[in-house]
């Protein structure tokens, strides 16, 4: 590990620590500057070890799809619920799903209950303890509760793990 990297562990962070202090004191001096620099070392010197490894992105590009895929979805469920809710309230039958996981890691499992809860109509509710379980809370309920089952897996979920390769 060469010297620059232990000082600057995180160096993007650095950058923007120093810019952010010179933005907020509204002052270019040198004292500033100096000052600025002094904190963009030592701060990330000091949370570094508070790091959480997190998995990498094997496949951005799938990521730059998978973004637009969801957009796609919460249009087409903002619609989808806006007619849903103007109509007869007895159209409405919500209700809840156990969401069965396969992924492992945190940043993934959140990745999936945001997506979740982003798409109009449906909301993540809890994460069982063994982190095997997504409890989603549905506004329109389908007959047969493995339609969203299905959907969150084969479209969400699989999606996740190919972005990520895991």
Same mark, same amino acid.
């Given at each position: ?14 950058? @923007? ?8 004191? &509204?002052?270019?001096? !040198? /004292?500033? #500057?100096?000052?600025?620099? +002094? ?17 990498? @992105? ?8 998978? &973004?637009?895929?969801? !957009? /796609?979805? #919460?249009?087409?469920?903002? +619609? ?31 990745? !999936? ?54």
């Amino acid at each position: 590990m060469s010297i620059i990297t232990r000082l600057l562990p995180m160096p993007a962070h650095s950058f @923007l620590l120093l810019i952010v202090w010179l933005m907020l004191n &509204v002052s270019f001096s !040198l /004292g500033h #500057i100096i000052l600025g620099s +002094v904190l963009a070392v030592i701060i990330p010197l000091l949370c570094a070890p508070l790091q959480v490894p997190q998995p990498k @992105l094997k496949r951005p590009l799938r990521a730059v799809r998978y &973004v637009f895929m969801v !957009l /796609g979805d #919460i249009v087409v469920a903002n +619609v989808q619920v806006a007619i849903l809710v103007v109509g007869p309230m007895r159209r409405i039958k919500p209700g809840f799903v156990a969401i069965p996981i396969d992924l492992e890691e945190t940043l993934l499992i959140t990745i !999936l209950a945001s997506t979740v809860t982003m798409t109009p109509g449906t909301l993540s509710a809890e994460l069982s303890k063994d982190k095997n379980w997504l409890y989603v809370h549905v506004l329109n309920m389908p007959d047969n509760e493995e339609e969203v089952i299905s959907l969150i897996k084969n479209r969400y979920e699989s999606a996740i793990k190919e972005i990520f390769q895991c």
